[in-house]
Structures are given as C-alpha cells and as structure tokens.
C-alpha cells in the first residue's frame, strides 16, 4: 500500500490527484470506459466515500480520503466524452491544486496527477504506468489532457513546482486481426467489456496502488 512505503518515520505530506478518462452513457460499460472502471474499483478497495458530483470540480464524481494520516487522494471521474476530457482534467486539477494549498506547501511541490486510461497498445489486463506526458499512442482522450495542460500553461507549472504527471494504462488489447481502421477500432473500443473483464479490473486495485507507491516514494 501506499502508506507503507511512506511511513518509516516521514511526516511530510502527499497529495495525490487520480482521474479517469472514459465515456458517459450508454458507453460507460465499454472498452473504452475502462479507466472510469478501474477508478470505481479503486474507491472500492481503498474504502472512500461514494462518488459525488462536484461543480468546482468541473462537474466530475469525486471521492476523497486518506492513506494513513500523511497520504492525501482524490479519485476524480472525468464528466466528458474522451476525446473533449482535457478540458474538464485542467479545470479539476487546478482547483485540486487549490484546495490542498496547505498540503501541497508542506510537500515543497504540488499534488501528482495521475490519468486513468485504457490502452490498447497492452494485452488484455495488463496495467502500465509512465510519464503522463510520453506519447498518447493515438489515444485522443490523453492527447486531448495534454494539449489541454501545455495551452493552460499547467504542464509548466507542474514541472516548476515538483509535480508529477503520471499515466496508467490498462490493456485492452486490439480487435481480431490487429486491424487499425478507425471504423474497427472504434467499434471494439466502444463495445462492452468481455465477460468477466470487469471483475479482473477490480482486481487491479491493488496492483494499481502498488505501482504508484513504487514510482511516487523513488
């Protein structure tokens, strides 16, 4: 967990900004949404509140809590179609950034932010986490996060002021055939989650948690 790797007597506190990228009804179920469904199981395992719209938070479902009594997280569900999240995600981030002023000045750097995302690029259950600003593969909903935080000058900030921006990928492989037609892909990203894929997500919550201690306490 998390905690654990920052217990051992560390009493400076962390912030952590977790977000979802998916799509709203009736694709909420789809491929494409996985980001949103790993979101939810994460709230699950890490027992927070039920999720709940937040106008300042650019209208998203947030839940909040913490991980031991120095470890501050809120998991934030983006409200926009992918491929127009970038939008929301600065909006969300920025306001986070304010309310945990006092936390982050306590750190010396601002809150991480951290983009949940379904990858195609990654066989079927399979999780990866790298530089959020690393290239987006040909995923729009991740281009669309980053132009968002290059334009709004957040990007900058972040780097300036010792944040990180993360993302994690979770595999959801290719259609039949490897094919690459947009129209192709766009069907099976938009199509339902196999039969148990969604309970093999919930069950990434915790290796979820542990590759962002691995990486956040480096």
Avoid at 1 to 16: A, F, I, P, Q, W
Avoid at 60 to 80: F, R, T, Y
Avoid at 139 to 166: I, P
Avoid at 181 to 187: F, G, H, L, M, T
Wanted: glycine fraction near 12%; charged fraction near 20%; proline fraction near 6%.
């Amino acid at each position: 967990m998390l905690s654990d790797g920052l217990e051992n007597g560390e009493d400076e506190t962390v912030s952590v900004f977790i977000v979802s990228l998916g799509n709203p009804p009736p694709h909420d179920q789809s491929r494409h949404s996985a980001g949103h469904i790993l979101l939810k199981a994460l709230q699950s395992h890490l027992g927070f509140p039920a999720f709940r719209r937040s106008k300042p938070f650019a209208n998203g479902l947030v839940s909040e809590g913490k991980v031991a009594d120095h470890v501050n997280i809120m998991l934030w569900q983006c409200p926009s179609p992918m491929n127009g999240s970038g939008e929301a995600v600065a909006k969300a981030y920025r306001q986070f950034v304010s309310s945990s002023a006092a936390a982050a000045a306590q750190n010396d750097g601002w809150p991480t932010l951290v983009v949940l995302h379904d990858e195609m690029e990654l066989a079927p259950g399979q999780l990866k986490l790298g530089p959020g600003a690393a290239s987006a593969k040909g995923h729009n909903g991740l281009k669309s996060v980053q132009q968002s935080l290059r334009s709004t000058g957040l990007e900058g900030r972040l780097a300036a002021q010792n944040g990180r921006f993360l993302k994690v990928g979770y595999g959801i492989g290719r259609p039949a055939g490897s094919t690459r037609r947009k129209d192709e892909v766009a069907a099976f990203v938009l199509g339902p989650l196999p039969e148990g894929e969604v309970e093999r997500l919930g069950g990434c919550a915790e290796e979820l948690m542990d590759l962002l201690e691995e990486e956040i306490t480096k």
